[in-house]
């Protein structure tokens, strides 16, 4: 693929396991999945699909199932005779094919449509003829790249339960390529985070979002907020960017201390009006001005700026707005803490 190469990636799917992989456009997620069907051949490592090195067989008898966002059907045949393609190579018999393909339609709620050309389908139909058109060969392994990507956003919700019930009821093993964090993290098992051809983090979505390994996972994983912080003797916390204080203590171990780090804090970590603080529940309180209201649909982004200079972003549901002691204006002057539990530090230099 030019000059763009994989870095030592080492990977694996585990039997009926949904492993989404995320990560910037360029960075090699689809060069990954090709590599893994037999479209592209590694100069070196080795490929393994149930024990068997497939290394360097032919994509077809690899025996994986691959649906693209652009779902790459026929535009000449019928949805019956794009699901029945695959089948036919495989030289099944008319009636073992009708039955089959008759069953897949229906267990993905297409019986209706097996008459009709692509041409003549919407989007979400046409990506579960793909679907179907995978699924009916009964593969190892789904690779899923980008699936929804092209979908409206009703449509798109849909299918998200559809690959989710499809996961659940077949059990096959899946590998979901998605830059969707909404997408990610309602379908995976596990999530592999992917930079630059090489796989720099992976765990369960929620211990991932938690602990990100750097400032680059945080950002990808959606963060906004970072705060320039040093890490002292003790495991005290300076903030830099937050005036004098008193350094609260934060869990370090002695190999950790003197060292510049951003303190990454999740929208949900930062509360308007916190109560009392015992310690326990905020890493720090002070005040902050309200410098900027984005109404959206469901919530509001709120901007914030301390007097020191640094600013943060929150956002409140409409029901967490009607439950705030008073309504935010722009210029407003509001206590703001950063809740313990949301917050992770990241290295200041990957």
């Not at 030289?91 to 003549?120: C, H, N």
């Not at 370090?252 to 999740?266: C, G, M």
């Not at 707005?321 to 204006?329: D, G």
Request: hydrophobic residues 40%; charged residues 20%; proline residues 6%.
């Amino acid at each position: 693929m030019g000059n763009f190469t994989l870095s030592d990636v080492s990977l694996t799917v585990g039997q009926g396991e949904y492993l989404v992989l995320v990560g910037p456009t360029g960075t090699g997620k689809t060069v990954l999945l090709e590599t893994i069907a037999g479209l592209h051949h590694p100069c070196s490592g080795q490929i393994f699909l149930k024990g068997i090195n497939i290394t360097h067989m032919p994509a077809e008898k690899r025996h994986l199932g691959v649906v693209y966002q652009d779902y790459a059907l026929f535009p000449h045949l019928t949805v019956f005779d794009n699901i029945a393609f695959g089948l036919k190579l495989k030289k099944k018999g008319p009636r073992e094919i009708s039955g089959t393909v008759s069953k897949m339609a229906q267990f993905l709620d297409i019986q209706t449509i097996l008459k009709r050309r692509p041409r003549l389908l919407s989007g979400g139909e046409r990506q579960r003829v793909a679907l179907a058109r995978a699924l009916v060969l009964d593969p190892h392994m789904l690779l899923l790249d980008e699936p929804l990507s092209a979908l409206d956003r009703m449509t798109r919700d849909r299918l998200r339960g559809e690959l989710k019930r499809i996961h659940s009821e077949l059990g096959v093993s899946i590998l979901h390529i998605t830059h969707d964090l909404g997408e990610a993290f309602f379908l995976a098992d596990r999530l592999l985070v992917m930079k630059n051809g090489a796989i720099i983090q992976e765990g369960n979505p929620e211990e991932t979002l938690k602990r990100p390994k750097d400032r680059f996972v945080a950002e990808l994983l959606g963060i906004e907020n970072f705060i320039p912080a040093r890490l002292g003797g003790g495991g005290q916390l300076f903030l830099e960017g937050l005036g004098p204080g008193d350094p609260p203590v934060f869990p370090a171990s002695p190999a950790e201390t003197e060292k510049e780090i951003f303190l990454a804090v999740p929208n949900w970590a930062i509360q308007l009006f916190p109560g009392k603080n015992n310690g326990d529940i905020y890493l720090a309180m002070f005040p902050m001005t309200i410098t900027g209201l984005d109404r959206a649909q469901g919530h509001m982004k709120i901007h914030l700026k301390h007097a020191e200079g640094e600013q943060l972003r929150t956002t409140l549901s409409w029901r967490e707005m009607n439950e705030l002691p008073t309504n935010l204006e722009l210029g407003q002057e509001i206590p703001v803490g950063l809740n313990r539990k949301g917050i992770h530090w990241v290295p200041a230099e990957s």
